[in-house]
C-alpha cells in the first residue's frame, strides 16, 4: 500500500504561480511514477504531468512551458511548479503513483481567478 497526500493548493489571481507538493508513505520506491491529474466538474480526469525515479518527464502540451515536475526520490515528494496559471488551470488536482498498481491522494483544489 502506498499513501499520497497533496498540499499547496489555493486561490491565485491569472499570471501567477503555485507549487503542489506530494508526499508518499507506505511501500513506495524510486520505481513508481509518479505524477500530477487534474479533474474539472463533469469532465474527465487528465494527464497534467509524470515523472520517473529517474528523472524522466512528460507534460500535457496545456501545460508544456508553464509547468515543472521535480522529484526527491530520498524524502519520496514530488513538486509541480505552475507558472503563468490561467482560468483554464482550474481543476482539482490528483497526485498519483503508479507501478504494480496506481495510487491516488485525494486531492487539492486549485483555483485561478481575478
Known amino acids: 500500500q502506498v499513501q499520497l497526500v497533496e498540499s499547496g493548493g489555493g486561490l491565485v489571481q491569472p499570471g501567477e504561480s503555485l507549487r503542489l507538493s506530494c508526499t508518499a508513505s507506505?511501500?513506495?520506491?524510486?520505481?513508481?511514477?509518479m505524477g500530477w491529474h487534474r479533474q474539472v466538474p463533469g469532465k474527465q480526469r487528465e494527464l497534467v504531468a509524470f515523472i520517473s525515479g529517474t528523472g524522466i518527464t512528460s507534460y500535457a502540451d496545456s501545460v508544456k512551458g508553464r509547468f515543472t515536475i521535480t522529484r526527491i526520490n530520498a524524502n519520496n515528494t514530488i513538486y509541480l511548479e505552475m507558472n503563468s496559471l490561467g482560468p483554464e488551470d482550474t481543476a482539482v488536482y490528483y497526485c498519483y503513483a503508479n507501478w504494480l498498481s496506481a495510487y491516488w491522494g485525494p486531492g487539492t483544489q486549485v483555483t485561478v481567478s481575478s
Open positions: 507506505g511501500n513506495i520506491n524510486s520505481a513508481y511514477i
